[in-house]
C-alpha cells in the first residue's frame, strides 16, 4: 500500500530525518511512537503528501508521488489518502453530515454516490441520528468520529492520524482505538498512527520507534 526508502527531511542545521525507510499494507495499524520533537509529524506529513522530503522515494498505492504536481498531486491526496489530527478541524457552520462529505464535493462525486456513502459512513460511526448536529452540539468523542467519517469519504487506500485521541477523555479514547480496528478488520483500511498512547501503540499490528531521526521497528 505505501513503501518510503531512505527519506530525509532537515530545516536549515537541524536534521529531522535521516534516511527513513518505512512501507504498510493493506488492512494493517501501523503505530509511530517516540518522544516529542523526535519527528513523528514531520515523518507523517511526508508520507500523507503533505510536504516533501529533502531526498527519498515515496510510492503510495502502485504510485510514485515524485511524479505528481500541483493539482494532480491534490486530486491524489484527496482521492487516495485521508488525515485525522488531534484537533478534529471541522467547519463550526456546516452540519457533520455536511463535514463528512466536504472531500467528495471537492472529488466532484456524483449527489447519489455522496448521498450513500454518507449514509453509510455515519451507520459504521454510529453517528446516524447526530447527523443534522453542528460539531458545537456534538461531545469531543463524536466530533472525533465525524473527522474519521470525514478520512473516509472518497474510500482512500491508506489513513494517517496524528494523535488521534490526544484531545479525548480515556473513555472515548478507548472507543476511537477500538473502532480503528474495527474499519481495519471490516474495510480492510492501512492506518499509519503517530500516538504517545500506550494503549493504542499495543493495538497495531505493527509498531515503530522514531528516534535519532532513525525509524526503528520494535
Known sequence: ???????????????????????????KLSAIVGPSGAGKSTLLHILGT???????????????????RGDELANFRNNTIGFIFQFHNLLPEFTAEENIC??????????REI?????????????????????????GGE????????ALMNDPAIVFADE????????????????FLNLRDELGQAFVIVTHNQELSAMADERHEMKDGKLIKL
Open 50 to 68: 503533505l510536504d516533501q522530503s529533502d531526498s527519498g522515494t515515496l510510492i503510495i498505492n502502485n504510485k510514485n508521488i515524485g511524479d505528481f
Open 164 to 179: 488521534p485521541s490526544g484531545n479525548l477523555d480515556s473513555k472515548n479514547a478507548d472507543e476511537l482505538h477500538h473502532l
Open 1 to 27: 500500500m505505501l513503501t518510503a526508502k531512505n527519506i530525509y527531511k532537515s530545516y536549515d542545521d537541524l536534521q529531522v530525518l535521516s534516511g527513513v525507510d518505512f512501507s504498510v499494507n493493506a488492512a
Open 143 to 150: 466530533q472525533q468520529r465525524v473527522a474519521v467519517a470525514r
Open 115 to 139: 448521498g450513500k456513502r454518507v449514509e453509510e459512513l455515519l451507520k459504521v460511526l454510529g453517528l446516524s441520528n447526530r447527523a443534522s448536529h453542528k460539531p458545537a452540539q456534538l461531545s
Open 102 to 111: 466536504i472531500p467528495a464535493y471537492i472529488a466532484k462525486k456524483n449527489k
